[in-house]
């Protein structure tokens, strides 16, 4: 059956917020394994990227970070992995030297935005959607949002907004589009086997007896065509995409009176 080419999507490019990627970087520690993880002030929020905080918190939570290695007298050690070492210690060091407290009106503003993520979802409910929108393509929200437990659809809708608007801020960006893209690059297969199959049935008044299936060189020596058009017809008839169809086709064929003595196919598994 010939099937209509589904068009790969452009390649998404990372183009993070510095303060919030700069953050997250640095908190998770994706790169400079040989240089010993700088101190942090205590009691800092636990706040994860796929919470979408506004950006301007992570302006303050970094000020609040330089200004605490400030009062503990730290020194920017030099990364031997970097070619410009000593100009990003440089840097970095002058960052400290030069950082100050956040005053009251920050102080107030950084915990009012503390509260402007979405700070009832965990990496469970990360983890559901990103599977969701693999399974069912990220345009069938009403899918998506019964898929997420403990969600209502509201809350998933507005997750799903902000989420594509800035996705590019998570650190596993690359790994989660190409989660998700691959699974609706599965859909548009699927819909392409479907109007495939529905345009060759529909070339026929009695498929189950008149459909020819043209194989070309590549036809294999186990099945017979009278098994294999029971076999599509059958499969479109069910629906193909059908949950568990392969086991009622295994039903089917154990039960189709012209294949009572065909071993061969009625020994054949779902899998």
Avoid at 60 to 86: F, W
Avoid at 159 to 183: K, T
Avoid at 202 to 218: C, D, E, M, S, V
Wanted: hydrophobic share 35%; aromatic share 12%; charged share 35%.
């Amino acid at each position: 059956l010939s099937m209509m080419e589904w068009i790969e999507p452009p390649k998404r490019e990372r183009k993070a917020n510095y303060a919030v990627d700069a953050y997250f970087r640095e908190a998770l520690r994706v790169s400079e394994p040989k240089v010993p993880k700088a101190p942090r002030p205590p009691k800092q929020p636990n706040i994860q990227d796929f919470q979408f905080f506004p950006p301007r918190l992570f302006e303050l939570l970094e000020k609040e970070i330089l200004y605490y290695r400030k009062t503990i007298g730290y020194k920017v050690p030099r990364n031997p992995d970097l070619p410009n070492a000593a100009q990003v210690q440089k840097e970095e060091q002058k960052k400290i030297d030069e950082s100050m407290a956040l005053n009251t009106e920050e102080s107030e503003e950084k915990e009012k935005l503390l509260t402007q993520g979405f700070t009832n979802w965990n990496k469970r409910d990360f983890n559901q959607f990103i599977k969701a929108n693999e399974k069912y393509g990220r345009d069938d929200i009403d899918n998506i949002a019964r898929e997420v437990e403990g969600k209502s659809p509201e809350e998933v809708i507005e997750y799903s907004a902000v989420f594509w608007e800035r996705c590019n801020e998570l650190q596993d960006i690359e790994r989660i589009m190409a989660q998700i893209e691959r699974g609706e690059a599965r859909i548009q297969r699927r819909i392409s086997i479907k109007k495939a199959l529905d345009a060759k049935i529909a070339r026929y008044k009695a498929p189950f007896h008149q459909l020819r299936i043209q194989y070309g060189t590549n036809k294999g020596k186990n099945y017979t065509e009278e098994e294999d058009r029971f076999l599509i017809c059958m499969l479109h008839k069910m629906g193909f995409d059908k949950e568990n169809v392969y086991e009622e086709l295994r039903q089917c064929v154990r039960n189709a009176p012209q294949f009572r003595f065909d071993w061969f196919i009625k020994s054949r598994t779902a899998m």
